[in-house]
């Protein structure tokens, strides 16, 4: 893909449409639909502090590969994961999608999120800017990395057990 | 003692089985736990890897205040006040780096790693003052050991050494685990918020009864052994140092096993360098020894818990918050072990961790809990027919058993009764 790709209205809306799904599985705990979502080499990635460092030698929230994506999956599904249960209630808002790179079957993206959870602690509002590796396998677009940079990653945060 | 401070009767609401719910709630309690305990006592505040160079600096905390941890010029490490000595504005905004001064944006005052006061504009206006009065303020005491810093706010009291009591032995341990002899603090903190006070947090660290209860989650679909631990056939043991210290002993359950690195839930197969370097530095027999028996689970009351793989610093700033600092533990000389040390780390902890986001939901519910009245108190009387003295004398009982709590509780009334 090349620039031509970039300024392509088709996959523009092909890529939001993928982003939405995402956003309205999570905001439903679809946990399976969104485990499928994934590539098999997918990485999950929440960092600490900032844009984070090298997520391999400092502390990030989350840095899942595929395996353990699909451990939090199954965690989930337990319906022992007391912090998820009873679920917490999600509204998320995503826009400012944008098509920043193609290179060979990979699309990089970036999007801005606000996520609003209630549960029993209370309400709790969840802003980050997001950027996905989107790959095309067999014909369907999948994540190969889902970044999180919350915009307050470098102060204290209260559980963050959903799916973001 | 305060005009605005209540009289408290300590005996009465901490008792040997049974402690008061507001404890935990009543905001006047927590101002007096501030002031009894955190700025009194020796808090942990950070580690001296965190400043390896002269100007280093890190922002760290004893409750809720912020603190600077500098190693000055002459390598000392220094631990100052973020607050300019002349009208109060706070001097450093970053996180951590290297400053050979620190600039006040306010009026311009300027202090040296050290907190000497070193420039003041438009000095004509200052005759005759005496900047050496004007230095940042200090925690009053300073001492580390084996690298981990402790800072006590009262410019009297017991040595460190003696506060650590028996319990020096956990970072004794600690340091053990690394072939160098050394602990290194280097792969950044998680900040894990929870609406809670700080006590609920400290027994939990050493409460060996909730883990099947909380973890089943995590236990079941990671398949992990950890589970087992802390069951009603565990050889395991709950111990209270003294001095609100406290640990869950493990080691009588990974000697029954006798897998080197068994307590990491790996082989030393997969780490043969590591392996090599341990039996070089402590010779065959001893590497071996650690290397079966793991590392601690020990709480250094009131704010550092040792959790085998990695470190909590806890930090107390409002009754009914707390927050956990939470670090992979990194063993120099261990390069390989590290890397495990930081996966699983994050994968347990923080925020979004398969442990202790459900640990962190437990403290939250509990404290919401304790906000009903009836029964007024809580029950720590878990254990207490079989609990027995081990060699040293210590308190020990079965890892599920609540000594750990009693013990931390009678050293908390001792505090809060002393004048």
Redesign the interface.
């Known amino acids: 893909m090349d620039r031509m790709a970039l300024e392509d209205d088709v996959l523009l809306r092909e890529v939001t449409r993928f982003i939405y799904r995402e956003a309205r599985l999570q905001d439903d705990h679809e946990y399976d639909a969104w485990e499928a979502l994934w590539a098999d080499d997918g990485v999950y990635l929440?960092p600490?502090?900032g844009e984070g460092?090298d997520p391999?030698?400092?502390?990030?929230?989350?840095?899942?590969n595929r395996s353990?994506i699909a451990?939090?999956i199954?965690?989930l599904h337990?319906?022992?994961?007391?912090?998820q249960a009873p679920r917490s209630r999600l509204c998320r808002i995503v826009s400012n999608i944008e098509l920043l790179e193609c290179e060979g079957d990979t699309i990089r993206v970036t999007a801005n999120a606000v996520v609003y959870e209630s549960n029993?602690?209370?309400e709790t509002v969840w802003p980050s800017r997001n950027e996905y590796l989107l790959r095309r396998v067999g014909g369907e677009l999948r994540m190969s990395l889902k970044k999180v940079v919350l915009i307050n990653n470098?102060?204290?945060?209260?559980?963050?057990?959903f799916l973001i | 003692m305060g005009a605005m401070e209540k009289p408290f009767n300590w005996a009465e609401l901490v008792r040997p089985e049974h402690v008061h719910g507001s404890v935990y709630t009543d905001p006047a309690i927590f101002q007096a736990d501030l002031e009894k305990i955190w700025y009194r006592t020796w808090v942990y505040v950070g580690h001296e890897s965190e400043v390896p160079k002269p100007d280093d600096f890190v922002m760290k905390s004893i409750g809720p205040q912020p603190i600077i941890m500098t190693r000055d010029r002459d390598g000392k490490i220094q631990l100052l006040q973020n607050r300019c000595t002349h009208r109060g504005n706070q001097i450093c905004q970053a996180h951590k780096g290297s400053a050979s001064t620190f600039t006040c944006p306010y009026h311009g005052w300027n202090f040296g790693s050290d907190g000497e006061l070193r420039g003041l504009p438009f000095s004509s206006g200052y005759e005759g003052v005496d900047r050496s009065k004007l230095a940042l303020g200090r925690v009053a005491r300073i001492a580390s050991y084996k690298g981990f810093v402790f800072g006590s706010f009262a410019s009297e009291g017991p040595t460190l050494e003696d506060h650590l009591g028996a319990a020096h032995v956990a970072i004794d341990k600690l340091v053990e685990t690394s072939p160098e002899g050394e602990v290194e603090i280097t792969a950044g903190f998680l900040q894990h918020k929870v609406k809670a006070n700080w006590k609920l947090l400290v027994e939990n660290e050493t409460d060996g009864y909730h883990p099947q209860f909380v973890h089943a989650s995590i236990f079941k679909v990671a398949e992990s052994g950890i589970g087992s631990l802390y069951g009603p056939n565990s050889t395991a043991l709950s111990r209270y140092f003294g001095n609100g210290h406290t640990e869950f002993d493990l080691r009588p359950e990974f000697r029954q096993r006798g897998q080197l690195l068994g307590w990491f839930g790996t082989t030393p197969e997969k780490y043969p360098e590591y392996v090599a370097r341990m039996r070089a530095a402590y010779g065959d027999d001893k590497a071996n020894a650690i290397m079966i028996d793991g590392t601690p689970h020990t709480m250094i009351f009131p704010n550092l818990f040792i959790a085998e793989i990695q470190m909590f610093v806890l930090q107390a700033t409002a009754v009914d918050e707390t927050v956990q600092h939470v670090t992979a533990l990194q063993f120099k000389g261990a390069p390989e072990l590290n890397r495990r040390m930081r996966q699983q780390t994050m994968g347990s902890v923080g925020s979004a961790g398969f442990l202790l986001a459900d640990d962190g939901e437990m403290y939250e519910r509990t404290q919401r809990g304790l906000q009903s009245r009836n029964p007024e108190w809580v029950y720590i009387g878990r254990g207490k027919h079989r609990e027995r003295r081990d060699e040293q004398g210590l308190l020990i009982s079965d890892v599920t058993d609540e000594v750990p709590s009693r013990g931390m509780w009678e050293h908390y009334r001792s505090m809060m009764e002393a004048k």
Do not use: C, F, W
């Open positions: 929440i600490a502090n460092g391999e030698q400092e502390m990030s929230l989350v840095y899942d353990r451990l939090r199954r965690q337990t319906g022992k994961r007391h912090t029993a602690r209370g470098d102060k204290p945060l209260y559980t963050l057990s």
